[in-house]
């Protein structure tokens, strides 16, 4: 008996290695039933000695408290690690941000592109809105009222599940055979006085027909909006150097410092709030992101769905449906308002300073300013001054994602083999509409010269008078003026919607074949032979208001609001095998195989070895090595233009640092072009899991798992590399836009003018770049601030393989059950330390540490301590996250001359973000065997988010939380 105990713990505690959140609140059961293993095609073989899985079942995600499937999955070590698993607070209106209302599950940090997700061992459509140019699954597609159990593991599975495991697999598993009825619902909100409310409701049936099962399910989910001014610790910026040049409309216009006699930038005399001073001595009206920035934003799902099983004549046949939508807005901060070409500093008619004028006809403000010559877009030439603003409402997207997915399988045996066949039919649909603040720039531009008509068209010029064809010439908008109803109806007339329609669809088919192949050594060799195919669909279509196009030198329509136009298909076909040998007793091998073939960039084999030495009934150890890929997502293979904006890294690189960043280490962000590129390789890993589990006595467990991964071939742009080729390479330099069809950076068209020594301008073979800028320097006499090459806009860069990257931690977990005569009281810990985690640096061949850096915390740990009663539960657990350096490296030097001034910079002259430990407290009663109550407070002490000053909102929103202490109350009933 001590025997079976003994490996029941063990295989509980292997098959749970880092389930910190929940494995501790999991009831005994004694009947445990075998089933295939997530990182196996075999049926009915002990495997759980080779694989570090961690499991989370019914028990532990009715427990968790937790609403969505990422709310689940975000506080798992496994989890942590760069920005790579986000959900919707990091979502916005731009083509940077990730998409409205949608979530992803990154193992490692690898990033969610390099994450398998699967539905009962099967493929999900991926999103067709993509995060950057990374496809990934939306967590938040799958309902979490049809998840029986989830199956994470953190290595690399290609070898038999073939493209985008490379850092592991999810595979969430569905309820099956379910017979009765269960109603949930929950209410949820934090202490604060505002409302961030979460209701659900969600409904699961199952019944009997004849010798077939039916399990049918529902819910609805409604989330309210959790704003950055809803706390006193983030409505206000963390520095007050952190401010933008281009306040709202609403607070009033700056006056551009190229209009202004002395130079400096001017505010205008009606700014609402307190002026602040620049690091020039200047006094302008400021913006902060703060007042407009959504730290969750508004989200609604239903969903439904069911799973059928049956018996026909000795053949097992099992199908399975889900359908879901949601409903979500997201929000970035309000629009720059520039010139038609994008300069910055548009200009506007000096009538607009009209309204301060003084009594006697004078004009303090006017008498301040260049008054110059400009012509509109009718052709007139008329007089007026730059400006500085951002329109008022935040650029805000309304996104509606409809999913569905449908599976049906037979399977039986032949002989002493069994086999299974399916097919798989899964689709993903969104369609987006920016439903406020985004505008027209021709409108715009037409409206404060006084050229905009009632229907949005353009006023025409016949040199004496402008003439609408239709509708009537609306007067012009006057960004000064506040608080005048027909002066902003005039601004709406600029108001533009552009959409976004996208879909992306999978079909699949498979087979396999699994059983007793061989003995060896008088002991049974199992193996499984499969086939698979797979044809893969996406389009991401933008409305033409919203696309770059050449024929309009890459405007777009509408300020700030980018776009990515992909349409992209492919079909791949695989073979795979799998076989288990016991050399003895205690020791067994597992190898794998699986060869793939895209139609697109060609084939692969990835193959994968593992071993399991049990000594004692009581320790387990094992090990595996595999090699895993990811194909060039749809959207990198198909992406025919992507406006966004690309960063390029002055501390990797001094050459480029010398031209563009005045010698300085910092990191600058442009607008960009990003192209595809079907010459793309696909990315390669290596990874190795070494490990063992242990169990001491049968109340005892102890896990630990070293992992390691070489993830090379990584695909991204690299815009610092595209500069450095640049400085010898004359065919990526040009003056003004990139011609179409080529690549390169896009430089202002002042550098033409200006030669080296030799005479050679910019886009010249051999031309010298620091002496073309010491010219520019002598020619035009830039701000002190200014002392580089100035770019233009709009650069071509094409996706590449940018480089590799190395990483390497450990997985550990500890629990021990005390049986008490009142109940169980479990007390356990677990996490991950990060070893390593190593990324050349775009453009450079040096290697950053990310380990202890921004967003890449060196140790995440869970502890808990549970009672666990006949008719009752508590749950006392902490989340800890250590230290790490703050990404102040790109911020201005007026705002490390702030961080100095505070006193918060190290020797250094680093800034470290504090370590972050929150509890939470959860409690369950079992009123009777139908009913249910459960109780759960996160972050019981309200501890309010460490700050961190490398970004806006002060604080790091994928590592920590600023929604401080709230609760959740759920009642079951069960009939």
Not at 184 to 207: I, M, P, R
Not at 656 to 681: F, H, I, K, R, W
Not at 701 to 706: E, R, V
Request: glycine share 8%; net charge negative; proline share 4%.
């Amino acid at each position: 008996m001590f025997r079976q105990l003994t490996i029941a713990a063990t295989v509980s505690a292997l098959l749970s290695p880092v389930t910190c959140v929940y494995a501790q609140e999991t009831q005994t059961d004694t009947n445990i039933e075998r089933v295939e293993v997530t990182g196996s095609r075999l049926k009915g073989v002990d495997l759980e000695g080779t694989i570090p899985l961690t499991v989370l079942d019914q028990d532990a995600i009715k427990r968790s408290g937790a609403n969505t499937i990422h709310e689940l999955l975000k506080d798992l070590s496994v989890f942590k690690g760069g920005s790579g698993t986000f959900s919707t607070s990091e979502s916005g209106g731009t083509s940077t941000s990730t998409p409205a209302g949608q979530s992803a599950a990154s193992l490692r940090g690898m990033g969610p592109s390099a994450t398998l997700t699967l539905i009962n061992g099967r493929r999900v459509a991926p999103s067709s809105f993509a995060a950057g140019t990374e496809n990934f699954v939306d967590v938040n597609s799958i309902p979490l009222a049809a998840i029986e159990r989830i199956d994470i593991l953190a290595t690399g599975a290609s070898a038999v599940y073939g493209a985008d495991a490379v850092a592991g697999v999810i595979n969430y598993i569905l309820k099956d055979d379910f017979e009765g009825a269960e109603i949930n619902t929950s209410f949820a909100d934090s202490f604060d006085q505002h409302d961030e409310s979460k209701k659900q409701l969600n409904l699961v049936y199952g019944t009997k027909i004849g010798e077939s099962n039916l399990t049918v399910f529902a819910d609805i989910y409604d989330r309210n909006a959790f704003k950055a001014t809803d706390r006193d610790y983030t409505a206000s910026p963390s520095l007050v150097n952190g401010y933008s040049y281009l306040p709202k409309l609403e607070n009033s216009p700056n006056i551009y410092y190229f209009s202004s006699r002395d130079g400096n930038e001017l505010p205008s005399p009606n700014c609402k709030t307190e002026l602040v001073t620049t690091e020039f001595g200047e006094q302008i009206c400021a913006y902060y992101p703060n007042q407009d920035d959504y730290l969750d934003t508004p989200f609604e799902s239903l969903s439904t769905g069911f799973m059928f099983n049956s018996e026909l004549g000795g053949l097992q046949w099992h199908t399975d449906f889900f359908y879901s939508q949601t409903k979500a807005k997201a929000y970035s901060s309000p629009s720059p308002i520039n010139q038609i070409n994008d300069d910055d500093g548009p200009y506007i008619l000096e009538d607009a300073l009209f309204i301060y004028d003084n009594a006697d006809g004078s004009n303090d403000l006017l008498d301040q300013l260049y008054i110059d010559p400009f012509d509109t877009q009718s052709g007139r030439e008329v007089y007026g001054f730059g400006f500085d603003a951002r329109f008022n409402a935040p650029r805000t997207v309304e996104v509606e994602t409809k999913n569905f997915r449908l599976v049906s399988s037979l399977s039986g045996e032949i002989g002493d083999w069994g086999w299974e066949s399916g097919v798989t039919l899964s689709r993903s649909r969104s369609e987006q509409e920016a439903i406020a603040g985004v505008y027209n720039r021709y409108q715009f531009h037409g409206a404060i010269t006084g050229e905009l008509c009632s229907d949005g068209t353009l006023a025409s010029f016949d040199g004496t008078d402008l003439n609408c064809a239709s509708g009537e010439l609306l007067p012009f908008y006057n960004p000064f003026l506040q608080g005048d109803a027909a002066n902003d109806a005039v601004l709406a007339t600029a108001q533009a919607r552009p959409t976004r329609s996208g879909e992306s669809t999978v079909y699949g088919w498979d087979a396999n074949f699994n059983g007793e192949l061989f003995t060896f050594n008088d002991l049974p060799a199992y193996a499984s032979f499969g086939v698979e195919a797979r044809r893969e669909e996406l389009s991401d279509i933008p409305s033409l208001n919203s696309q770059a196009q050449a024929g309009n030198d890459y405007l777009v329509d509408v300020f700030g609001f980018g776009s990515s136009l992909s349409e992209a298909d492919r079909t791949q076909y695989a073979a795979f095998a799998e076989l288990s040998i016991s050399l003895s007793e205690q020791v067994e091998l597992q190898a794998a195989g699986r060869y793939d073939h895209y139609d697109d960039f060609g084939g692969t084999f990835n193959p994968k070895i593992g071993l399991s030495y049990r000594p004692t009934d009581s320790l387990i150890v094992r090990g595996s090595w595999s090699t895993s890929f990811r194909a060039p997502s749809l959207t990198q293979a198909g992406v025919k233009l992507r406006t966004t904006q690309s960063t390029f890294d002055c501390g990797a690189n001094q050459a480029v640092a010398d031209l563009y960043c005045m010698s300085d280490g910092t990191q600058v962000s442009v607008n960009s072009l990003e192209l595809g590129n079907p010459n793309l390789n696909a990315e390669e890993s290596e990874a190795i899991s070494v490990g063992f589990a242990w169990s001491p006595s049968a109340n005892t467990n102890l896990t630990l798992d070293y992992w390691q991964f070489d993830h090379e071939e990584v695909i991204d742009t690299n815009m610092t590399a595209v500069l450095d080729r640049a400085i010898t390479d004359a065919s990526l330099r040009h003056c003004g836009i990139v011609p179409p069809g080529e690549q390169g950076i896009s430089y202002d068209e002042a550098l033409c003018d200006v030669t080296d020594t030799s005479g050679l301008n910019i886009e010249q073979d051999g031309a010298n770049l620091t002496e073309i800028l010491a010219s520019y320097i002598d020619e035009f006499n830039p701000r002190d601030d200014e002392l580089f090459l100035p770019l233009f806009r709009d650069h071509a860069i094409p996706l590449e393989n940018t480089g590799t990257q190395t990483l390497a931690g450990i997985d550990f977990k500890f629990d021990h059950r005390f049986r008490l005569s009142g109940g169980d009281l479990t007390f356990a810990f677990d996490g991950t330390h990060y070893l390593e985690f190593e990324r050349n640096k775009p453009g450079s061949d040096s290697l950053e540490k990310l380990v202890g850096t921004y967003r890449y915390p060196e140790n995440i740990a869970r502890m808990s301590i549970d009672w666990e009663a006949q008719s009752y539960y508590l749950n006392l657990g902490a989340n800890y996250t250590s230290s790490y350096e703050d990404d102040i490296e790109g911020l201005r030097g007026r705002e490390i001359d702030e961080l100095d001034s505070l006193g918060v910079l190290d020797s250094k002259g680093e800034h470290q973000v504090d370590d972050w430990l929150v509890w939470d407290l959860s409690a369950g009663y079992y009123v009777n065997k139908s009913l249910t109550l459960r109780a759960r407070i996160n972050n019981i002490f309200d501890k309010q988010p460490p700050t961190l000053y490398g970004s806006s909102r002060g604080f790091d929103s994928i590592n920590h939380n600023a929604l401080g202490a709230n609760y959740k109350l759920s009642i079951s009933y069960r009939f």
